[in-house]
C-alpha cells in the first residue's frame, strides 16, 4: 500500500473556478502533513503546511482529518498561473517525507 | 539563506556507463535526502542520512546505486552501471530534525539533475 495516494487528475478549470484535490495517508503515526507544488521541470516547492484546525492563505485552503487520515487542498477563484502539480506530502516519525503522485492542474482562460 | 544545490543540471550517457551527482544541502540541516522522479510521477524516496549515517535506503537499488554522505554535509550519488530505465530527475533535499527549535518543518529541495540514458 501506498503511503501516499492522491487522484492525478488532469483538472482542467476555468478562471475563477474553485477546484479542490484531495489525499489520503496510510500511516496513522505520521507527523506532518504539506501541500507542495512543482511546475514543469522544476522542483517541488512548499505551497503550505497543513495544520489539524485547518488553514487558510489567501485563495488556498487546506485541510487535515486525522480520524480519516485524509488532506484536502482548496484553490479559490483560480488564476491562469495556478497552473501547477499539486503534491500531497507527509512526514513520518523517522523524518522521511512522503509524496503522492501529484494532482495536475491547468486553469483555462 | 542559501539553498540546496545540486550538480550537474543535465546529463546524458550511455546504458552501463556510470555517473555522479551531487548536492550540497541548507546549511544546518541534519537530514538529507536523495529522490528519483520519472516523469508524470511523484518523487520516490531512495535515501535519507541523517549526519553521516543512513537511516533509510530500503528502496534504493544497491546493486547498481549508492550513496554517501561522508562529513554529514554534502552527499553523492552514483549510478553504475546506469540502466534506461534510470533516466529521471534525481532531486536532493534537505531538512531539520521534527522538533528542533525555531526550525521549520519542511522539506527544501535543489533544482534536480536531469538525467538521460541512451
Known amino acids: 500500500r501506498k503511503e501516499v495516494e492522491q487522484d492525478p487528475g488532469p483538472f482542467n478549470v476555468p478562471e475563477g473556478a474553485t477546484v479542490a484535490f484531495n489525499c489520503t495517508y496510510s500511516?496513522?503515526?505520521?507527523?506532518?502533513f504539506f501541500w507542495y507544488r512543482q511546475d514543469c521541470r522544476k522542483e517541488p516547492k512548499l505551497l503550505m503546511s497543513?495544520?489539524?484546525s485547518g488553514n487558510e492563505d489567501g485563495r488556498f485552503t487546506a485541510q487535515l482529518n486525522r480520524a480519516s487520515q485524509y488532506i484536502s487542498l482548496l484553490i479559490r477563484d483560480s488564476k491562469l498561473s495556478d497552473s501547477a502539480t499539486y503534491l500531497c506530502?507527509?512526514?513520518?516519525?523517522?523524518?522521511?517525507?512522503?509524496f503522492g503522485t501529484g494532482t495536475s492542474l491547468t486553469v483555462i482562460p | 539563506e542559501a539553498g540546496v544545490a545540486q550538480s550537474p543540471r543535465y546529463k546524458i550517457i550511455e546504458k552501463r556507463q556510470s555517473v555522479a551527482f551531487w548536492c550540497n544541502p541548507i546549511?544546518?540541516?541534519?537530514?538529507l535526502y536523495w529522490y528519483q522522479q520519472i516523469l508524470g510521477q511523484g518523487p520516490k524516496l531512495l535515501i535519507q542520512?541523517?549526519?553521516?549515517?543512513?537511516?533509510?535506503d530500503s528502496q534504493l537499488p544497491k546493486d547498481r546505486f549508492s550513496a554517501e554522505r561522508l562529513k554529514g554535509v554534502d552527499s553523492t550519488l552514483k549510478i553504475q552501471p546506469a540502466k534506461l530505465e534510470d533516466s529521471a530527475v534525481y532531486l536532493c533535499?534537505?531538512?531539520?530534525?521534527?522538533?528542533?527549535?525555531?526550525?521549520?518543518?519542511?522539506?527544501?529541495f535543489g533544482q534536480g539533475t536531469r538525467l538521460t540514458v541512451v
Open positions: 533535499a534537505s531538512s531539520s530534525l521534527l522538533g528542533q527549535a525555531g526550525m521549520n518543518t519542511e522539506a527544501f
Open positions: 500511516n496513522s503515526a505520521s507527523q506532518s
Open positions: 497543513v495544520y489539524s
Open positions: 506530502v507527509v512526514r513520518g516519525y523517522g523524518n522521511q517525507f512522503y
Open positions: 546549511s544546518g540541516h541534519a537530514t
Open positions: 542520512f541523517q549526519n553521516n549515517g543512513v537511516v533509510d
